[in-house]
């Protein structure tokens, strides 16, 4: 915390309000902070939140179109459930193995088993065909699928999916399920060919690989702050104020049906595009319309590829910064940082 000479804090508390909350999508205020705060954390969501995805692919048989490499590669961007990721061990660090899969602290094995044998059907194989050792880390599709079935919103269901895959009745509704749903497509057969694998999946960062990013999109805006210039809007005819509201791309303002007065709709959809401003400009009314970003406060959207929810995701990712910080403010030797210590260092 740095104090000024006078003895001030200049520490600040950010505040965060949140505007809609789904399973894959957040809306919400950051506040009372600055750009390299917001920055950093939309960075962390990218980049540092740990999420599984398989990583090691050891191919049996392979008949299909497709090379090794190839199907290998799809499968490593497949999304898994990661709820159990931050407990997880990276497979680097773990002391239990060597990142081979026989580890249940920093690894979940996978196995394949397709062959077509219908000659007139092209059967497709999905991440619906894999089948994971650990209930908790399955295809996110997959997982959907069993959720669904078992009730809807609840919560997925781990201890009842388990005991579905270790007795796969042919008339298993919950099986049906997950048969109708089409899933991630991996390959496609046709009769003869025959695709039979194991795969390892592990914990990793999105820095690493872009298949362990949990974030389809994370993004943030400077939250404008809109000022009307009242007595100038008045000197305007009404359809002088209908082009002026016209002249910005994103309906932003509107014209009050009651009052006839232009009135801010949507502050959030100004695009910083200065159209308005250079319509005003045009009509020989500078200062009519006044836009300004608030510099200490911020509007995130955030979606989610499904590994993890969207809450988990700006939890773990909070969680994530405050140890980068903590490791910098705790620490007063930079040998004892270890690779971030060379970094600060230049080495």
Known sequence: MERAA??????????????????????????????????????????????????????????????????????????LTSAAAMAMRFSRDCDACDGDGSCEYCSVEFHLAARATDSDQTLEVTSNDLRSTDPKVCPVDQARAYQHALGGTEPFDTAAAADQRQHPLPCCPIMDIIAKKLGILIVKLRRGQELRLRAIARKGIGKDHAKWSPAATVTFMYEPEIRINEELMETLTLEEKRNLVESSPTKVFNIDPNTQQVVVEDAEAYTYDDEVIKKADAMGKPGLIEINAKEDSFIFTVETTGAITAYELIMNAITVLRQKLDAVRLQDDDADLGELGAHLVGG
Do not use: C, W
């Open 6 to 79: 006078g003895g001030v804090s200049y520490q600040r508390f950010p505040r965060v309000r949140i505007r809609e909350l789904k399973d894959d999508y957040a809306k919400f205020e950051l506040r009372d902070t600055d750009a390299s705060m917001a920055n950093a954390l939309r960075r962390v969501m990218i980049a540092e939140v740990p999420t599984v995805a398989i990583d090691l692919v050891e191919i049996e048989v392979n008949s299909s179109v497709l090379n090794d490499e190839f199907i290998a590669h799809r499968l490593g961007l497949i999304p």
